[in-house]
């Protein structure tokens, strides 16, 4: 009390005081909160790059992660562009150097060096060293295990499972200094650049990974370099993120950014016009006309890089004649499917393959005629004697799956074929070939990035999805395979890729392609913001204003 | 009654298990949790190194022992999603569904009771008609349309609530009036039928006979005889306070123990979803427990019928 009086008394104290208990002037933050209504955040659980792999995770993780090279996602063509690299070279077959971006602050507060981008790819992240892969093995017991990722820094295996399918020829990446790193392969990877870029190679910061309790801890709240960061998330809930106001890029120009999880499409629709939500997406093709009859609302949204495919086991039944295989690729009205169920909204594409591609692009490809005359003199040349052919469909994974699988059964029909139409519950059901009557189910293929690699090789040479069931396989492809994605020569490359899509698309058909991918998003009408093609939501600056509002 | 409260638990215990066992194996054998959970596009190490940390490559009947012996040493298990105890994800939802069933089971009583007993007193009359009328639309319009039709018109149309979500009370109302609507139009069916079954009774003519005001014949000798059919559908309902908004949930976005339910099985989440069981289980069993106790209290000759048949 004696100081507090003696400090009163002092020369200017009273000044002091006064000003003390002035108001501070207000730190102006008119940014608003944005709420987006989702059908689901994440799949796994994790807001982790390499444990997530579905499609709704990308459309999150822009927000909050961010890769060395990125594309220009609002643009049709998804042209790369810098990110945290400003720029690359290709030092050898080998060898591609980055030098990162000065100026990157993370979400916990430290600079992006390279020893960040090391980690990013260390081992260490993957619970590739041999005490992590010890303590995975020691959490076997059922149920009662301390699951791996729980406790210590020890990732699910499956992460460096995936790593090593997402990166099978990196050797290592090392530092050269502060700002440079090179990436190594073991053997020349035509793809490198594309895969730097890729999704699930976003950059994570080693110190902010080392402070957290655990693996699920920093999955849970994860340190990247976005423009949001996490503040809370439970993950069939809410993923509520806020402004990073240090991020590279410009100030964020949303306060709070909100995902919330709202499973019913109807009530998506509602809470979007009630004005609870700011944006909602995966809205059906048959809700947009409902959506744009209210002032104030529009549908945005349209093709993505992924294609439905309808996928055949060559191994079963008359399903081993590829005679009887081409006639089902001639017998599904692709463009009535894309008008009658999409609204004209996509479109029939020109094989497994996207405009992005640029040079590795084949002009000319085009799915299969529509021509159900070919395909029953094809069924008549294979001897086609009315054995059932298993139809397996998930209901409505894809939107539209269940109408479009309908129509295409109905069509098979109309040419001969005995469908036998089933519908399975999940993905383990589809896949499942114990009863050995396995012939055609539904798939769809992305491409990460903008090379056949990540498309056709992925998914159907030797270690994709579809080999790697059993499904499907073929020599002369598996040869190209390896050209593709081992030779420098892009010519050859392209070459390669051209007699790829010649063999599973007609000669020896493994599966064939339906329609692009498309998805809607419903929003405000006076929020400036565009879509993108890679399924990512951006809510950066430079594609985010609503009108009115500086 | 102690052996009559006994058996009532080994039976109850018994209903448990056959749940949880049947869970377990109609879980296992519709799905594989490592596809499932990774998603297709996974690799086949991916796969296998799931299936070898949560024990499902040993064979069935292992992974069943194995499970019911952790239960007996109180461990349900951990979340495969997310590697949290399962009864710690479980009860983190108890408390938002209860938020919703609880007021929607007040709702009920209140007016589910009141209409019930109102129609019968007014039997053959116009507001008889109405009341039933109302209540056959209550309770066979589905759940779902229910909701999203007061959604439509209380917060698209009229702005005045929210259509979903949790973020405060406003939240909870439509939910709460989409279950009480139907659970009302239930109990007032029931009870106006006990109550006309109850009011052409022998007794109730004494009752009016010795002098008895009308009103203290309803509820002094109608009431309570008429309270044995409508306590077995409360039964019911107190039991589904933890399981019943399971479609009401994901409509409005209530983060309850239902839309867990609904999100665990599709992932094949085992022992959330298996967690979720034996919290149903028991509380089925408590809620009938609670009303055959009830029986007893309401109705004594029930009592003492229990009484002789323990001897």
């Known amino acids: 009390m004696t100081l507090l009086k003696t400090l009163t008394k002092a020369p200017g104290a009273a000044i002091f005081i006064a000003a003390l208990s002035l108001p501070l002037p207000a730190l102006a933050d008119d940014r608003p909160e944005i709420t987006v209504a989702v059908q689901d955040i994440v799949t796994s659980g994790a807001l982790d790059v390499m444990r997530e792999r579905s499609n709704v995770g990308a459309r999150v993780f822009f927000s909050i992660f961010e890769s060395l090279i990125d594309f220009e996602r609002q643009e049709l063509d998804l042209p790369q562009k810098p990110m945290l690299a400003t720029e690359w070279r290709q030092v050898d077959d080998l060898t591609v150097e980055l030098t990162l971006r000065e100026g990157v602050v993370f979400h916990n507060g430290d600079t992006l060096d390279a020893d960040d981008v090391v980690f990013t790819f260390s081992p260490e992240r993957f619970g590739m060293l041999p005490e992590q892969m010890a303590a995975q093995e020691d959490g076997k017991q059922l149920f009662t295990s301390n699951v791996s990722g729980v406790q210590g820094k020890v990732p699910p295996p499956e992460v460096a499972a995936i790593y090593k399918r997402s990166w099978p020829l990196l050797e290592r990446v090392e530092k050269v200094d502060d700002m440079t790193v090179r990436f190594v392969t073991t053997q020349p990877d035509p793809t490198l650049i594309g895969r730097i870029s890729r999704y699930g190679s976003e950059i994570y910061s080693q110190q902010g990974y080392a402070a957290a309790e655990s693996w699920l801890a920093h999955a849970q709240k994860p340190i990247g370099t976005g423009p949001y960061k996490v503040v809370r998330f439970e993950d069939d809930t809410i993923l509520e993120l806020e402004a990073h106001d240090e991020y590279w890029g410009g100030t964020p120009p949303i306060k709070k950014l909100t995902f919330l999880v709202v499973p019913e499409v109807a009530s998506r629709v ?48 008359a399903m081993q004649d590829p005679l009887v295989r081409r006639a089902i690729t001639h017998a599904i009205p692709r463009e009535a499917i894309v008008d009658a169920l999409w609204g004209g909204r996509t479109r029939v594409p020109a094989g497994l393959q996207w405009e992005y591609y640029g040079d590795m692009f084949i002009d000319g490809w085009e799915v299969p005629e529509y021509n159900p005359e070919l395909a029953k003199d094809l069924l008549a040349e294979a001897g086609y004697d009315g054995e059932p052919i298993q139809m397996r469909v998930l209901n409505n994974y894809y939107t539209n799956q269940v109408s479009t699988a309908q129509i295409s059964a109905e069509s098979l029909r109309q040419i001969g074929l005995n469908i036998d139409f089933q519908m399975k519950e999940n993905w383990q059901q589809i896949t499942d070939p114990s009863d050995g009557k396995r012939a055609i189910r539904d798939w769809s293929n992305s491409a990460p990035f903008p090379d056949p690699v990540a498309s056709i090789v992925n998914q159907h040479c030797q270690n994709g999805g579809q080999q790697q069931t059993g499904e499907w396989t073929n020599e002369e492809f598996n040869e190209n395979c390896l050209i593709l994605e081992r030779s420098m020569d892009q010519d050859a490359r392209k070459a390669a890729f051209a007699r790829m899509l010649e063999i599973i698309e007609r000669e020896d058909p493994g599966y064939t392609v339906l329609h692009q991918n498309a998805i809607f998003y419903g929003k405000r009408q006076d929020i400036e913001w565009e879509w993108s093609g890679l399924q990512s939501m951006d809510f950066r600056t430079e594609n985010f204003r609503i009108k009115g509002m500086q | 009654m102690l052996l009559y409260t006994l058996s009532r638990l080994a039976r109850a215990l018994v209903t448990v298990v056959l749940i949880v066992t049947l869970a377990f194996i109609i879980l296992r054998m519709t799905g594989d949790p490592s596809i499932i959970i990774l998603g297709p596009d996974a690799p086949e190490q991916a796969y296998e190194a799931f299936r070898r940390n949560w024990g499902l490559d040993q064979p069935l009947i292992v992974q069943y022992f194995k499970y019911f012996g952790a239960i007996a040493e109180g461990d349900l298990g951990r979340s495969m999603r997310d590697g949290r105890p399962a009864l710690d994800v479980v009860m983190d939802r108890v408390p938002m569904t209860l938020a919703l069933t609880l007021p929607a089971l007040v709702f009920n009583l209140i007016l589910g009771l009141g209409a019930g007993v109102f129609a019968a007193l007014n039997r053959n009359t116009w507001i008889d008609r109405a009341i039933m009328t109302v209540s056959v639309v209550g309770f066979t319009v589905p759940s779902f349309v229910m909701g999203l039709v007061l959604a439509m018109v209380f917060a698209v149309q009229l702005k005045w609530l929210p259509s979903g979500g949790s973020g405060s009370w406003a939240h909870a109302i439509l939910p709460v009036i989409s279950m009480g609507m139907i659970g009302a139009a239930v109990i007032a069916r029931f009870t106006r039928s006990a109550m006309l079954e109850v009011l052409g009774q022998p007794y109730i003519r004494t009752a009016s006979a010795k002098g008895l005001s009308w009103g203290a014949v309803v509820l002094r000798h109608a009431l309570p005889n008429a309270a044995i059919p409508v306590l077995t559908i409360i039964g019911f309902m107190v039991g589904s306070l933890v399981a019943g908004a399971v479609v009401i949930e994901s409509i409005f976005s209530w983060p309850g123990l239902g839309r867990l339910l609904v999100g665990a099985v599709a992932n094949r989440d085992l022992a959330v979803v298996q967690t979720i069981l034996i919290l149903i289980g028991f509380t089925m069993v408590f809620a009938n427990l609670m009303v055959d106790l009830a029986y007893g209290w309401v109705d004594p000759r029930l009592r003492i019928r229990t009484l002789s048949t323990a001897k």
């Open chain 1, 270 to 317: 509602n809470g979007l016009l009630s004005g609870e939500y700011d944006f909602i997406t995966d809205v059906p093709p048959d809700q947009i006309d409902l959506i744009e009859r209210e002032a104030g609302f529009h549908v945005v949204g349209g093709p993505i890089t992924n294609h439905r495919l309808m996928v055949f086991d060559k191994n079963n039944g």
